[in-house]
């Protein structure tokens, strides 16, 4: 049992409050639509890298990705990579909705999937692709 006494200036003590510590039940609860958005994001990631390797790799491709003129692909591989985000997003969440997912897993997964969209946006990786 612990006491907290509140003082005034002067030294008077104004009131004494006595507790004592009680029993906490902690309710985990399932992470996996978090685990799903993290997964998703890095998805998208990748589906970028894709596209700007994809763009550089086949005239098709870079033809079908010019959505808007003044900006060229880049509208393309940003729009489509968007999309498959939302996708792969809206797919994850229902499946893992009301698990628990182990978070070091996800993380890896999802790392893995960064640096594959990371390493596809690089101008050095995606020009060996060039036509």
């Known amino acids: 049992m612990a006491s907290i006494t509140v003082k005034r200036e002067g030294g ?31 998805i998208g990631v990748a589906a970028l890298g894709f596209f700007t390797t994809m763009n550089e790799a086949s005239a098709r491709m870079h033809d079908f990705l010019n959505f808007q003129n003044r900006v060229g692909p880049l509208s393309g591989k940003t729009t489509m990579a968007g999309i498959i985000w ?11 909705w009301k698990r628990n997912v182990p978070m070091n ?18 101008p050095k990786f995606f020009t060996l692709f060039a036509e």
């Open 12 to 42: 008077q003590a104004v009131e004494d409050i006595k507790w004592a510590a009680q029993e906490l039940e902690i309710v985990e609860k399932p992470n996996g639509a978090a685990g799903a958005a993290i997964i998703a994001s890095g």
């Open 105 to 122: 897993t996800v993380l890896i997964v999802t790392a893995i999937l960064l640096v594959i969209g990371a390493v596809g946006t690089y």
């Open 86 to 96: 939302l996708v792969a997003w809206a797919l994850l969440a229902p499946a893992l």
